[in-house]
């Protein structure tokens, strides 16, 4: 079993910037696919960025490439979610996923992650 737990979010003018952590607990994050995604009110959950089970590959969706930086901290079992620029449709909840059988081709799938953190808000606005 793993436990995620998120932090970080809160509420930013748009052009600032948050970092998110996602501290895990119980397993090694390594050897494991972990991701971040989203969902705003009355959308689906989205993929946001993550990272394979080797680490060789890293995912961001379009809308934040160039603004949002994944990392991790094997050190401190760890995933990072960097956000700048936020903008206001970036607001949302957040939330870290993790999964030793994630496949690459099924990264942005939510259905495939077992373990999931109780998510974080993150509101942009002015």
């Known amino acids: 079993q793993v436990q995620l737990v998120e932090s970080g979010g809160g509420l930013v003018q748009p052009g600032g910037s948050l970092r998110l952590s996602c501290a895990a607990s119980?397993?090694?994050?390594?050897?494991?696919?972990a991701a971040w995604f989203r969902q705003a009110p009355g959308k689906d959950r989205e993929y946001v960025a993550g990272?394979?089970?080797?680490?060789?590959?890293?995912y961001y969706r379009d809308s934040v490439k160039g603004r949002f930086t994944i990392s991790r901290d094997s050190g401190k079992n760890t995933l990072y979610l960097q956000m700048n620029s936020l903008k206001p449709e970036d607001t949302a909840v957040y939330y870290c996923a993790a999964g030793a059988r994630v496949i690459t081709s099924q990264l942005r799938n939510h259905g495939a992650y077992d373990y999931w953190g109780q998510g974080t808000q993150v509101t942009v606005s002015s």
């Open positions: 990272f394979s089970r080797t680490g060789g590959y890293t």
């Open positions: 119980g397993r090694s994050l390594s050897g494991s696919a």
